[in-house]
Antibody, heavy 122, light 107 residues
């Protein structure tokens, strides 16, 4: 079945770089797009960016200068790197499978990981 | 970016009741509207897409409607397992944006 699982450090110091990995199973990264979405504690959802099946990326303009999404298709892994972290980046970070418009519409997220809780603190 | 305004922010209802959650887009999104359910401590799950298409496995007591800038999620015969936060999301334009959420509790 379709699964996504985020992994990474739970604590990052201010000004440092966050690195997260999303390991997927049950589908191929060359057949489905994958997005990252974050949720600060007790708050709403913010779309961060997407890596398309062809390997190109698109980012939320609010985060674009700090964010990088990449992948290793042989390992079925998608990576998120975000630099210059501040306390307001404290959130649960989710990776999610994105529709391609054939069944699910583009940008609709039909499967989500369990989330990785990240705290930015010294 | 397209702004999504959800109402109410919170809602308390009794078992068996019918509840409705509204979502207003800042511009026409041509029914490119999805609803997600987030149970306490869990990740969001897709309920509805294209404003009114029920995702596989979602109970038929959930339904979506709307067009243009105004959309709604209706839950008939509220069950205890429906206690969740519900988010709308527009997928018409990038970046996809979410409403702030509606917290549904049992009365």
């Amino acid at each position: 079945q379709v699964q996504l699982k985020e992994s990474g450090p739970g604590l990052v110091q201010p000004s440092q770089t966050l690195s997260l990995t999303c390991t997927v199973s049950g589908f191929s990264l060359t057949s489905y797009h994958v997005s990252w979405v974050r949720q600060p504690p007790g708050k709403g959802l913010e779309w961060m960016g997407v890596i398309w099946t062809g390997g190109s990326t698109a980012y939320n303009s609010l985060l674009k200068s700090r964010l990088s999404i990449s992948r290793d298709t042989s390992k079925s892994q998608v990576f998120l790197k975000m630099n210059s972290l501040q306390t307001e980046d404290t959130a649960t970070y989710y990776c999610a499978r994105v529709g391609d418009g054939t069944y699910y519409p583009l940008y609709v997220m039909d499967a989500w990981g369990q989330g990785a809780s990240v705290t930015v603190s010294s | 970016d397209i702004q999504m305004t959800q109402s109410p922010a919170s809602l308390s209802a009794s078992l068996g009741e019918t509840v409705t959650i509204e979502c207003l887009a800042s511009e026409d999104i041509y029914s490119n509207l999805a609803w997600y359910q987030q149970k306490p401590g869990k990740s969001p799950q897709l309920l509805i897409y294209y404003a009114n298409s029920l995702n596989d496995g979602v109970p038929s007591r959930f339904s979506g409607s709307g067009s243009g800038t105004q959309y709604s999620l209706k839950i008939n015969s509220l069950q205890s397992e429906d206690v969740s936060i519900y988010f709308c999301q527009q997928n018409y334009d990038s970046p996809p944006t979410f409403g702030a959420g509606t917290k549904l509790e049992l009365k």
